[in-house]
């Protein structure tokens, strides 16, 4: 079992930054593939950024290519989004997701073993 808390969402002008945090509980950790994901209201949730769960492959949605960034620290337990430039339409609730030993596929919200609660993001213009 693993336990995901996000946490860093909050309210920002367009054009501003926000690094979202999700803790993990446990020590299996560095076998976890992580994803960030988002939801905004009245839409499917869907694939923001991954890391596999070695941590040498990352991959981004095209809307957030070049604007958010991906990391992980097996020490500390956590993954990080770092998101710049956000863009009102950015607005979401955030989810991290875990994979045991995900390497492929990290798009596919069904690939995840383990969710979060979520944290919102709200990007005014």
């Known amino acids: 079992q693993v336990l995901l808390v996000e946490s860093g969402g909050g309210l920002v002008q367009a054009g501003g930054s926000l690094r979202l945090s999700c803790a993990a509980s446990?020590?299996?950790?560095?076998?976890?593939?992580m994803g960030w994901f988002r939801q905004a209201p009245g839409k499917e949730r869907e694939f923001v950024a991954a890391i596999t769960w070695r941590g040498d492959n990352t991959y981004y949605a095209e809307s957030v290519r070049g604007r958010f960034t991906i990391s992980r620290d097996n020490i500390k337990n956590t993954v990080y989004l770092q998101m710049n430039s956000l863009k009102p339409e950015d607005t979401a609730v955030y989810y991290c997701?875990?994979?045991?030993?995900?390497?492929?596929?990290?798009?596919?919200?069904?690939?995840?073993?383990?969710w979060g609660q979520g944290t919102q993001v709200t990007v005014s213009s």
């Open positions: 997701a875990a994979e045991l030993y995900g390497n492929n596929n990290l798009g596919n919200p069904r690939a995840y073993d383990y």
């Open positions: 446990g020590r299996t950790f560095s076998s976890y593939a």
